[in-house]
T-cell receptor, first 114, second 115 residues
């Protein structure tokens, strides 16, 4: 089955700096890569996703890049703010007709210091 | 807005007890999932269901069972709780989207402590 590794496990950045989280996956059939953000006391929430036919996707201060050949994808947060402090999870899935199971990475705890 | 609710935020049980965790979603989603979340291990899939009365094993089903009698409700059952089942349990739901990604919406989680 799919295996997703995520690095680093913790990341501390100064407010205004950029944060980068990297994930690698093992199954070349995976073609969908979402990122979830989990704030304290809440369940994970989708913040951005990318499909394998796209190399990069951006939404305001967050962007995701995908390298299918190397089987890795990354989350980039620019101009970090205190509200970006959370745990971030990457995931991989193979989109099929119905029922797409996600395999998650281990998570990255991001702390943005004011 | 999609809402996924879980019956308890915190639960303390004794070893050997039968434990029921309930999840309800209000968006008529076909898919429902149960995960456990442990530090450094991310979210691991226990069971999922594509339809009423349907269930499929995830990556770590041992020691758990599930029930889906109604479309909106998915229950996780620990037949005989053990200390290694102390964890955060997250429920999620998603709509079937033919040919497209299915965003999973998560509940707030139930933190279970087995003594």
């Amino acid at each position: 089955g799919e295996n997703v590794e995520q690095h680093p496990s913790t990341l501390s950045v100064q407010e205004g700096d950029s944060a980068v989280i990297k994930c690698t996956y093992s199954d070349s059939a995976s073609n969908y890569f979402p990122w979830y953000k989990q704030e304290l006391g809440k369940g994970p929430q989708l913040i951005i996703d990318i499909r394998s036919n796209v190399g990069e996707k951006k939404d305001q201060r967050i962007a995701v890049t995908l390298n299918k050949t190397a089987k890795h994808f990354s989350l980039h947060i620019t101009e970090t703010q205190p509200e970006d402090s959370a745990v971030y999870f990457c995931a991989a899935s193979w989109i099929k007709a119905a029922g797409n199971k996600l395999t998650f990475g281990g998570g990255t705890r991001v702390l943005v210091k004011p | 807005d999609v809402k996924v609710t879980q019956s308890s935020r915190y639960l303390v049980k004794r070893t050997g007890e039968k434990v029921f965790l309930e999840c309800v979603q209000d968006m008529d989603h076909e898919n429902m999932f149960w995960y456990r979340q442990d530090p450094g291990l991310g979210l691991r899939l226990i069971y999922f269901s594509y339809d009423v009365k349907m269930k499929e094993k995830g990556d770590i089903p041992e020691g758990y069972s599930v029930s889906r009698e109604k479309k909106e409700r998915f229950s996780l059952i620990l037949e005989s709780a053990s200390t290694n089942q102390t964890s955060m349990y997250l429920c999620a739901s998603s709509r079937i989207v033919a040919g497209g990604p299915e965003t999973q919406y998560f509940g707030p989680g139930t933190r279970l402590l087995v003594l």
